[in-house]
């Protein structure tokens, strides 16, 4: 059975990872017959975000513990992450990912990744596992790997500062996936474009069938 | 197009919206042909579980605000809700049910129901529209309306307290539905059974699907 680490960023789009995203991940990796063990790193959250009015809450979180509540309590720290226990690696998207796992949404081209979600990255690429990045995620991958052939639909400013990294992106719409088969690099745009929760089950689908090809 | 209102008890198993229920419950929605509009009761969260741990957290939630997590912003207080403006309704499971919507963990047939949860019920009931009940929030149903027929899967403790509140329980398996017809009542057991995500998956659709005959 392929077995696949999910890497989670909080839960909740505006600070965490997208609910929608991640949950349909982990649908779509089961229903195409793999398995999954799902990683967050132990760190405070960048801020808690009031998701009805958009205003910064007056507390802390932890990314570890807000993201168990997506994984039902069976979630590791990513600290401990071993690519060799893993054929594939995984990141949904939401803007916990370019707020905790980088610092894209504030530093832009200058973002800092998270050393554990650098080394997880790295370590899969370096044994030649695929990678699946959703939504925002792809710019993780483009800060950290460079070269790499990848999408977040299309919206102008993040393109822009993916090929400043030195990737390559490429266009999309719902539910399309772009396949970089020579670094094994699975990336589709589900929420950066202004998508039905239908159409981002179709994306998560697509990208894990995908993933599933490289392995 | 189908119209349902879904009702969320806040963002996680414990003590909130079981979210793989919720997410899954959506994307049927849509799947199928669907809308849906999220509501929630603004009321305070009984209390907060680190879902790691299981222990409870020293701080204060809001059921609104952690459920607009799962619906990206959008959605309405309970008390807002008109029966008048949906075809049907449809509450996914977690302890959030049993413990914000209700007080059946902790009162079992002695609970207490929400007054806008007990007000959308009896109002979809007598207009005739279909509800749907995933995984413990059949109990609700139970509670409010009596005699119905239901399934929370085969555990024995929750089926007892739902026949002492006067209602049927028939035992059901992984993705299984009890439609009853008369009351156009449709549940499934979803995460009261040791299911996979792909089986809530076949849960939510049945369910959906049942409940968009009975419309």
């Keep these: 059975m392929k077995k696949v680490a999910v890497v989670l960023s909080g839960n909740g789009v505006f600070d965490g990872s997208e609910i929608h995203e991640a949950t349909l991940t982990l649908y779509s990796i089961v229903k195409n017959g793999g398995s999954y063990e799902i990683f967050a790193p132990n760190i405070e959250q960048h801020h808690v975000i009031n998701h009805i009015t958009g205003e910064t809450m007056p507390e802390k979180r932890n990314v570890l513990v807000e993201s168990a509540r997506i994984a039902r309590g069976k979630i590791k720290d990513l600290a401990s992450f071993k690519s060799g226990d893993y054929d594939a690696l995984i990141f949904p998207g939401g803007f916990?990912?370019?707020?905790?796992?980088?610092?894209?949404?504030?530093?832009?081209?200058?973002?800092?990744?998270?050393?554990?979600?650098?080394?997880?990255?790295?370590?899969?690429?370096?044994?030649?596992?695929?990678?699946?990045?959703?939504?925002?995620?792809?710019?993780?991958?483009?800060?950290?790997?460079?070269?790499?052939?990848?999408?977040?639909?299309?919206?102008?400013?993040?393109?822009?500062?993916?090929?400043?990294?030195?990737?390559?992106?490429?266009?999309?719409?719902?539910?399309?996936?772009?396949?970089?088969?020579?670094?094994?690099?699975?990336?589709?745009?589900?929420?950066?474009?202004?998508?039905?929760?239908?159409?981002i089950g179709d994306g998560a689908n697509n990208l894990v069938k995908a993933i599933f090809e490289l392995i």
């Design 96 to 199: 916990g990912v370019a707020k905790n796992l980088c610092s894209f949404a504030f530093d832009n081209i200058d973002c800092k990744v998270n050393k554990d979600v650098e080394k997880a990255i790295r370590d899969m690429f370096e044994q030649k596992k695929p990678i699946g990045a959703l939504c925002i995620s792809p710019v993780l991958l483009a800060k950290v790997l460079g070269h790499i052939e990848l999408t977040i639909g299309h919206d102008k400013g993040t393109a822009d500062a993916i090929r400043k990294f030195g990737a390559t992106h490429k266009e999309t719409n719902h539910g399309e996936v772009v396949i970089d088969k020579k670094n094994k690099i699975v990336t589709t745009p589900c929420y950066m474009l202004d998508a039905t929760i239908a159409q």
